[in-house]
């Protein structure tokens, strides 16, 4: 007698599910800002603006696994690291993270990771209302080994396991030996700190691994840890801890990664457009840094 064959979700699906969840656990059991019903218009949305974009380019949907759930887990990105009093920034960030998809590409592959790009976009436009917050999820220890096990579950499918090991290994280093070692103030107690945070753990297992925006090969993805983790600590350096310095620099090196994965006869293309969105990368970094920063940033909250 033979066992019935178990169907697994789509990995859209399967990330969506888990993120549900995690906002879900956010919502009851620790400080998840946005409300309930913001949450459900946001996801309605996203929906109908990912499917009006489909439509626009491929025509009618025929099939059901023509259906697309990654503007849902777009949307449930940003949802997790962003907080605002009002629900405009978070349409313009939504509005914003799958416009850009569709426009901002060369054949297949979009650059930019839609839900980071769209936090920093955010920054840009609404800067006093619209905050990066890496405490909304709390620092329970329960939660995040929940959050560890589902993230487990879809790393080993997508392959992407060593981003998050190899950003964490270089992250602790690189803040070991050029904040720690520089900065008579602050010392390694408070770095290690920074990974109680379970938002920190759902940015590097989740936002820090996009399938889409990150190398295939396996050193390719080495390096794309290890460039995002040392270029955290540099910003770091530069201008003190501040809460956006990972999405950052996960934003500015995700540009590269199209050139590594597009076919041949795409490649000089994409390498020029590669270096202008580094270049544009480069200046929201530099502008962004030279504003005040806000106490929630300060604290890590």
């Known amino acids: 007698m033979s066992l019935p064959e178990v169907k697994i979700p789509p990995i859209q699906l399967h990330q969506f599910g888990i993120l549900l969840v995690l906002v879900w656990l956010g919502k009851r059991y620790a400080n998840l800002y946005p409300d309930g019903w913001l949450i459900a218009a946001l996801l309605v949305w996203a929906f109908l603006l990912e499917h009006a974009w489909l439509f626009w380019r491929y025509g009618p949907i025929r099939r059901r696994s023509d259906f697309s759930w990654s503007a849902l887990s777009t949307t449930l990105g940003i949802v997790l690291m962003m907080a605002s009093a009002q629900p405009f920034p978070y349409l313009v960030a939504v509005t914003w993270a799958l416009t850009q998809k569709h426009l901002i590409r060369i054949g297949r592959y979009h650059f930019f990771n839609p839900s980071n790009v769209a936090l920093i976009v955010a920054l840009l436009l609404f800067y006093n209302q619209a905050h990066l917050i890496m405490g909304q999820m709390g620092q329970s220890l329960w939660l995040q080994g929940v959050v560890l096990v589902l993230a487990a579950t879809i790393l080993m499918r997508v392959d992407r396991w060593i981003i998050p090991v190899v950003f964490a290994a270089c992250y602790v280093w690189g803040q070991s030996q ?121 604290e890590g909250t």
């Not at 379970?198 to 080495?222: E, G, I």
């Not at 990664?257 to 006869?265: D, G, N, Q, T, Y």
């Open 178 to 298: 050029w904040i720690v070692g520089y900065d008579p103030m602050i010392t390694f107690r408070e770095v290690a700190e920074r990974f109680y945070s379970v938002s920190f753990t759902v940015f590097m297992a989740f936002m820090l691994t996009d399938p889409h925006t990150t190398p295939s090969k396996r050193t390719h993805q080495m390096v794309f840890g290890l460039v995002v983790a040392l270029m955290t600590v540099a910003l770091d350096r530069w201008s003190g801890f501040r809460v956006q310095h990972p999405f950052m620099a996960l934003m500015a090196a995700s540009v590269w990664v199209v050139p590594l994965r597009i076919e041949p006869a795409l490649r000089r293309r994409a390498l020029v457009g590669s270096s202008v969105l580094f270049l544009l990368a480069l200046s929201a970094i530099i502008y962004l840094e030279n504003l005040p920063p806000y106490y929630l940033e300060m």
